[in-house]
């Protein structure tokens, strides 16, 4: 990002901070509960948001040299991504063209060919039939050409692999995807991180309910009262939209301070966390010196299985700096493991039976927000 949106950025907390006000959206609203429990709701969702949008299947770090693959779910489908011969990042359906095993079971390794478990048909990394025992007799006239992998479009940019899911595409325009999103993506250098530590964690809850709970410092002073609320300030946090993506300031306590120095040595990164919602399922904090990324993968109204990584820089990531990197990771995990806690409370609330709205206040704008834009691709 450059200095001067930082300067912007922080000059605007600063002023709220001074005046004592939180970043208001004009008007406070009532949202409807069923959005978070319908499974039709749901379903469109599945189609046009999650299947419909470019999503992100892994970080680049995963397929590191030619030979190296890694299994992963992309909206509840069993994906297959490889690095070919040629250093072309590749992703098929992770399902036998014979007759649907699951091909690949391992998590990731380094393989050149894969050979199902069922009946050994076997495909190189580039999803071309290589292999059928008993071809001639069992299947004569087969055409191995017709029975590649079946591919899904992919991308990598900015560092991570991009698929897309949706029915008949070809491509996956991640820039277009992006938009104005692009240049702060390009600015996280993902592409120059590895993952520290990683969890998969599934929440009987929406997914919804997990992106939002980043979205507001409403609740910072309160639910985290034990963990990070005193690096924070009470109920002061920014947000931008930029298409459908968002991206939160979130201020450190240490914010007031940056008025004894010169604006030109002002740095977000000092004083705020930012956090991208890249829409629907990416979410990224990005701290002083590392980043989280949190996957959110949907699995119904009320259950989601969420993948937190630390990410950290390649060249900082030395012997010395493992119990350090550690400690963030686990503050990381003690802080959104309070989040998820009360989103799993507000999903069990919902299915009591009790009919009522939900109330987003004027500094819960980034919500009301985030809905619209969810509401926009379901119309
Ligand atoms: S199902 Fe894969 S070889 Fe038969
Ligand atoms: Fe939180």
Same mark, same amino acid.
């Given at each position: ?19 004592? !006000? &939180? ?11 069923? @959005? ?11 189609? @046009? ?12 770090? =995963?397929?590191?040299? &030619? ?21 072309? *990042? ?13 091909? *690949? ?9 894969? !050979? ?9 990394? #580039? ?16 055409? %191995? ?25 070809? /491509?996956?325009?991640?820039? =277009? ?17 590895? *993952? ?21 410092? $409403?609740?910072?002073?309160? #639910? ?12 002061? !946090? !920014? $947000? ?6 968002? %991206?939160?300031?979130?201020?450190? =306590? ?19 966390? +930012?956090? $991208? /919602? ?7 904090? +990005? ?13 119904? =109204?009320?259950?989601? @299985? ?6 950290? &820089? ?66």
């Amino acid at each position: 990002m450059d200095k001067q949106t930082q300067v912007e950025l922080l000059d605007e907390l600063v002023q709220l901070h001074q005046s004592k !006000s &939180p970043f208001l959206d004009e008007h406070w609203v009532k949202v409807d509960s069923d @959005r978070y429990t319908s499974g039709k709701v749901f379903d469109r969702e599945r189609e @046009r948001i999650h299947r419909g949008l470019p999503q992100i299947a892994a970080h680049v770090s =995963a397929l590191a040299e &030619p030979g190296a693959f890694v299994t992963v779910e992309v909206v509840g489908s069993p994906l297959l991504l490889t690095r070919d011969e040629q250093g072309d *990042v590749r992703a098929f359906y992770n399902v036998c063209r014979h007759r649907g095993a699951q091909l *690949v079971p391992e998590a990731a390794g380094c393989k050149h060919r894969f !050979s199902c478990p069922y009946h050994a048909w076997t495909w190189n990394n #580039a999803g071309d039939l290589i292999a059928v025992p008993h071809e001639k007799s069992g299947f004569p006239g087969l055409e %191995r050409a017709e029975h590649g992998l079946h591919s899904v479009p992919c991308e990598v940019h900015a560092g991570w692999i991009w698929v897309n899911l949706a029915e008949g595409a070809e /491509t996956v325009d991640v820039a =277009a995807h992006l938009g104005e999103m692009a240049a702060d993506m390009e600015a996280m250098q993902a592409q120059d991180h590895v *993952v520290f530590d990683c969890v998969t964690l599934d929440i009987p809850a929406n997914w919804k309910l997990l992106v939002e709970g980043g979205l507001e410092a $409403y609740h910072f002073r309160v #639910a985290h009262r034990n963990t990070i609320a005193p690096l924070f300030l009470d109920n002061l !946090s !920014s $947000y931008r939209c930029f298409g459908p993506h968002m %991206r939160s300031i979130l201020p450190r =306590a240490t914010l007031p301070g940056i008025r004894e120095q010169a604006a030109s040595d002002w740095s977000l990164g000092e004083h705020a966390n +930012v956090l $991208y /919602t890249v829409f629907a399922t990416a979410q990224f904090l +990005v701290q002083e010196d590392h980043f989280i990324w949190i996957q959110s993968k949907p699995l119904d =109204a009320g259950n989601t @299985r969420l993948v937190l990584s630390t990410m950290v &820089p390649v060249e900082a990531n030395t012997p010395e700096r493992q119990a350090y990197w550690k400690k963030n990771h686990e503050l990381t995990l003690v802080t959104l493991i309070e989040d998820f806690d009360l989103a799993e409370g507000i999903q069990r609330g919902f299915s009591s039976g009790v009919r009522q709205p939900l109330n987003f206040g004027r500094f819960e704008g980034a919500l009301e927000a985030f809905n619209r834009t969810v509401d926009g691709y379901l119309a």
